[in-house]
């Protein structure tokens, strides 16, 4: 089953067009895209309904050449690009992803190119996000910046002086993994003890309040919530009815995201933090802290230089004009 969205006919103009697929653990997005970051027709398949990649890229072959029918043709696709998790830019393969059916090492851009016969460029998921918002959104006309996505995960992607910051493998830009309280909070997903994630992501949010209750007596709207329904969704609506113990959960998520963001900067020196994702939704609730923990752990050549943004990418086409945004700068 999909769902799909098109533009009018004559809304496609007769230039390039791009193709962008997001890969998630439990759904696929793609979409065509022009050179202005108009999403002209976009679909989703499941992901997760696939235990073999073979399959999945029948799936996706099917759906999507509908769509490049409707554009008008191969003819007009300059290429596709594809994020993933763990997805390796230099050797377009997927490495031992944890949230997705496929295990090991899937020479995933090499299937879909040899399905499709179009050039097609992978990368992570979040280094797509940051391509996306410097074609089309915050990010555009900067060099330096770091993109952060706040999901059920940390993401982040450096760009330094126009270009992805990826490292001799392919795997550099893994700051939701640093660790930001030694010995601190442990990450199910890779057996470490304090990283960003663990705090700063939808689940850090959500395990923060857990504690908080726990250890203590204060009186507080999400006492009447089960703990097993806690969620961040609910600690964001305790917090906006001015619940004392919710605000001070996007407090202490906020110091430590402005204590991880002010190492970044000091690291690259960016002209901005963009910010991306549900957690941004909190607004001054949780940017409020960030902005002031992230300056207070600035040395001083560094102090308020740093813009912290959110992105200005719609988040339902967010994914995939990241993917898209790859194809644009592959060379001819």
Do not use: C
Not at 61 to 87: D, S
Not at 162 to 179: K, P, R, S, W, Y
Not at 232 to 238: D, G, M, Q
């Amino acid at each position: 089953m999909t769902t799909a969205k098109k533009n009018s006919p004559s809304s496609v103009s007769l230039d390039r067009l791009s193709i962008g697929i997001d890969i998630g653990g439990t759904g696929t997005k793609f979409g065509i895209v022009d050179r202005n970051g108009n999403v002209l027709f976009s679909s989703e398949i499941s992901t997760r309904g696939h235990s073999e990649v073979e399959s999945f890229i029948d799936e996706l072959h099917t759906q999507l050449y509908t769509l490049i029918e409707k554009a008008g043709g191969p003819g007009r696709m300059r290429g596709i690009g594809v994020g993933a998790p763990n997805g390796n830019y230099y050797t377009g393969t997927v490495e031992y992803a944890p949230n997705l059916p496929w295990k090991g090492i899937i020479p995933l851009a090499k299937l879909i190119q040899n399905k499709f016969q179009l050039p097609t460029v992978l990368t992570n998921d979040a280094n797509a996000a940051a391509m996306g918002e410097m074609m089309y959104g915050a990010a555009k006309g900067m060099k330096d910046f770091i993109m952060i996505t706040l999901g059920t995960g940390v993401g982040s992607g450096i760009v330094a002086n126009g270009h992805l910051v990826l490292g001799h493998d392919g795997f550099a830009g893994e700051l939701g993994h640093t660790i930001t309280i030694p010995n601190g909070r442990y990450h199910v997903g890779t057996g470490k003890y304090g990283s960003l994630e663990s705090y700063a992501s939808a689940t850090g949010v959500t395990a923060t309040a857990l504690e908080m209750l726990d250890k203590s007596d204060e009186d507080s709207l999400l006492r009447k919530i089960p703990k097993a329904k806690i969620d961040s969704k609910k600690v964001y609506e305790a917090a906006i009815e001015n619940d004392k113990l919710a605000k001070e959960v996007f407090d202490f998520t906020g110091k430590i995201l402005g204590m991880a963001l002010a190492n970044f900067v000091m690291f690259s020196s960016p002209e901005a933090i963009i910010l991306f994702g549900g957690l941004t939704k909190a607004g001054d609730l949780i940017l409020k802290p960030t902005r002031e923990h992230m300056e207070e752990n600035l040395i001083k050549i560094f102090e308020n230089k740093v813009k912290i943004l959110i992105s200005h990418l719609k988040e339902s086409d967010a994914a995939i004009l990241g993917a898209s945004a790859l194809v644009w700068e592959m060379k001819d």
